[in-house]
C-alpha cells in the first residue's frame, strides 16, 4: 500500500516510517506540515494519508482541515487521522461525507503497533477505525439526541463498538455474549433508529453517523 505521513515530530514521524516500511508498506512521502502533504498527495497519489492534526504553521487543526481537503478531492483516498487531540467540529465533517475509509485514532492510546496496523489496514480496506474516546467526544458535542436515547445502555455499548469498526463477531467478543445476542442489539439500534432495509445505504454507518451527530 503506498502511503503519505504527515506529522511535525521528526521522531514520531521517522517511526512511524519505519513502522509502516517493516509492514510492507511503501511511505512514498513524510512531511511535516498540512502545506506539504498537500502537495505530496498531488504529486504521488497514495491510497492512504496517515496525519496528525496540529501542525505548523498555527498548531492548531491544519492536518484535518487539509484531510477533509483531499477527501473531498478524491472521496476514494483513505484517511488515518492520529493525534493527541479530538477536534471534533473538523472531525464531523470528516466524518459526515462518507465515512467508508477514514479513522482517528489517540497517540497516548494506541499502547500497541499491533493495533495501530490492524485499525490502518482495516481502514484501508474501506472500513472505520474510532477511538472509543474520539467517538465519546463527538457525541458530546451533538445536539441530536432524541432518538438515541431510545436505546438502552447495552444498544449503546453495541453502538459505540460498531463505531470502532468492529464486526459482530468481534463486538461479541468484547462483551462476552453470543454473536446471535449482538445481531439482536443491532436490529433492535437499526428499528430504534429508523433505520429500514435500504440496498442503497449501508445501515451500520448510517447507525454509527447518527451516534456521532453527523
Same mark, same amino acid.
Request: hydrophobic share 45%; proline share 4%; glycine share 8%.
Given at each position: 500500500?503506498?502511503?503519505?505521513?504527515?506529522?511535525?515530530?521528526?521522531?514520531?514521524?521517522?517511526?512511524?516510517?519505519?513502522?509502516?516500511?517493516?509492514?510492507?508498506?511503501?511511505?512514498?512521502?513524510?512531511?511535516?506540515?498540512?502545506?506539504?502533504?498537500?502537495?505530496?498527495?498531488?504529486?504521488?497519489?497514495?491510497?492512504?494519508?496517515?496525519?496528525?492534526?496540529?501542525?505548523?504553521?498555527?498548531?492548531?487543526?491544519?492536518? &484535518?482541515?487539509?484531510?477533509?481537503?483531499?477527501?473531498?478531492?478524491?472521496?476514494?483516498?483513505?484517511? &488515518?487521522? !492520529?493525534?493527541?487531540?479530538?477536534?471534533?467540529?473538523?472531525?464531523?465533517?470528516?466524518?459526515?461525507?462518507?465515512?467508508?475509509?477514514? @479513522?482517528?485514532?489517540?497517540?497516548?492510546?494506541?499502547?500497541?503497533?499491533?493495533? !495501530?496496523?490492524?485499525?490502518?489496514?482495516?481502514?484501508?480496506?474501506?472500513?472505520?477505525?474510532?477511538?472509543?474516546?474520539?467517538?465519546?467526544?463527538?457525541? @458530546?458535542?451533538?445536539?441530536?439526541?432524541?432518538?438515541?436515547?431510545?436505546?438502552?445502555?447495552?444498544?449503546?455499548?453495541? &453502538?459505540?463498538?460498531?463505531?470502532? @469498526?468492529?464486526?459482530? @463477531?468481534?463486538?461479541?467478543?468484547? &462483551? /462476552?455474549?453470543?454473536?446471535?445476542?449482538?445481531?439482536?442489539?443491532?436490529?433492535?439500534? /437499526?428499528?430504534?433508529?429508523?433505520?429500514?432495509?435500504?440496498?442503497?445505504?449501508?445501515?451500520?454507518?448510517?447507525?454509527?453517523?447518527?451516534?456521532?451527530?453527523?
Amino acid at each position: 500500500m503506498r502511503i503519505v505521513v504527515a506529522e511535525d515530530s521528526p521522531i514520531l514521524r521517522a517511526g512511524l516510517v519505519g513502522l509502516l516500511e517493516d509492514e510492507g508498506h511503501e511511505v512514498v512521502a513524510a512531511v511535516p506540515d498540512a502545506t506539504r502533504l498537500r502537495e505530496v498527495v498531488a504529486e504521488h497519489r497514495p491510497e492512504l494519508v496517515v496525519s496528525d492534526i496540529r501542525m505548523p504553521p498555527t498548531h492548531t487543526d491544519e492536518g &484535518l482541515r487539509a484531510a477533509i481537503e483531499l477527501r473531498a478531492a478524491d472521496p476514494g483516498l483513505r484517511i &488515518l487521522i !492520529f493525534s493527541q487531540y479530538v477536534e471534533t467540529q473538523y472531525a464531523s465533517r470528516l466524518l459526515a461525507g462518507n465515512s467508508a475509509g477514514v @479513522g482517528y485514532l489517540l497517540k497516548e492510546r494506541v499502547m500497541d503497533t499491533k493495533d !495501530f496496523i490492524d485499525a490502518l489496514e482495516r481502514v484501508a480496506a474501506g472500513g472505520t477505525a474510532l477511538d472509543p474516546e474520539v467517538v465519546s467526544q463527538l457525541v @458530546g458535542a451533538s445536539n441530536s439526541r432524541r432518538a438515541l436515547d431510545t436505546l438502552s445502555p447495552r444498544e449503546r455499548e453495541v &453502538l459505540g463498538l460498531m463505531g470502532e @469498526g468492529r464486526s459482530n @463477531g468481534a463486538i461479541a467478543a468484547a &462483551l /462476552f455474549v453470543t454473536e446471535r445476542a449482538v445481531e439482536k442489539h443491532v436490529a433492535g439500534i /437499526f428499528t430504534k433508529l429508523d433505520l429500514p432495509v435500504s440496498s442503497a445505504d449501508n445501515r451500520r454507518v448510517l447507525a454509527v453517523l447518527r451516534y456521532l451527530g453527523v
